[in-house]
Nanobody
Framework: QVQLAESGGGVVQAGGSLRLSCAAS????????MAWFRQAPGKQREFVAA????????FYADSVKGRFTISRDNAKSTGYLQMNSLKPEDTAVYYC???????????????WGQGTQVTVSS
């Protein structure tokens, strides 16, 4: 098991930027693929972005492609989600997740953080 803790959420105006962090502990972080998911009120949790353990493979949801960038620093056991050109529809609780293989499906991730709220005002 790996423990995850997100930070960096907040309130931002449309067009602004935020960087989310996901600090990992408990196991060797580089052994895990990492992903970001989000859940808006009344909606299902949806995939945002994923990155392999060595950062060689990246996936993005179409809705965030070109605006969000996923990255990781294995030496710091931390993953990141840089979010630019934010829109009101990006408002959600953002969760990081880790698994020993890369996936875009939330059900395949056994390790989750507690989530961090991102609110984009128009």
């Amino acid at each position: 098991q790996v423990q995850l803790a997100e930070s960096g959420g907040g309130v931002v105006q449309a067009g602004g930027s935020l960087r989310l962090s996901c600090a990992a502990s408990g196991r060797t972080f580089s052994n895990y693929a990492m992903a970001w998911f989000r859940q808006a009120p009344g909606k299902q949790r949806e995939f945002v972005a994923a990155i392999s353990g060595g950062s060689g493979r990246l996936f993005y949801a179409d809705s965030v492609k070109g605006r969000f960038t996923i990255s990781r620093d294995n030496a710091k056991s931390t993953g990141y989600l840089q979010m630019n050109s934010l829109k009101p529809e990006d408002t959600a609780v953002y969760y990081c997740a880790a698994n020993n293989f890369l996936s875009t499906t939330s059900g395949e991730y056994p390790n989750w953080g507690q989530g961090t709220q991102v609110t984009v005002s128009s």
